[in-house]
């Protein structure tokens, strides 16, 4: 069982940066592959990035390739998602979710998730 807490979300303007913190309960946080999701409204909730539990794989979704890169500190049982050149698409409920297996962009495949924090962007 692990518990998950998403920060660092807000409403800023596009083009700018914004830095997301995911903080995971437990010893055992290395022993999960990390992913972060988002979900805007009438929309389905959508894989944005994906990290091993090394941290040395990891995958991102095209339209955030370039512009997102997800991290993780496994001594401070918290992933990481930057996300730069911010664009109003990008607005969303941002999920942190963990699973015990390898990394997938799949929803369906990871076990615990996050309550969400609200990323906006302005024009």
């Known amino acids: 069982q692990v518990q998950l807490v998403e920060s660092g979300g807000g409403l800023v303007q596009a083009g700018v940066s914004l830095r997301l913190s995911c903080a995971a309960s437990?010893?055992?946080?290395?022993?999960?592959?990390m992913g972060w999701f988002r979900q805007a409204p009438g929309k389905e909730r959508e894989s944005v990035a994906a990290i091993s539990r090394s941290g040395i794989i990891t995958y991102y979704a095209d339209s955030v390739k370039g512009r997102f890169t997800i991290n993780r500190d496994n001594a401070k049982n918290t992933v990481y998602l930057q996300m730069n050149t911010l664009k109003p698409e990008d607005t969303a409920v941002y999920y942190c979710?963990?699973?015990?297996?390898?990394?997938?962009?799949?929803?369906?495949?990871?076990?615990?998730w996050g309550q969400g924090t609200q990323v906006t962007v302005s024009l």
């Open positions: 437990g010893r055992t946080f290395s022993e999960y592959t």
């Open positions: 979710a963990a699973r015990a297996g390898s990394v997938s962009s799949s929803v369906a495949q990871y076990d615990y």
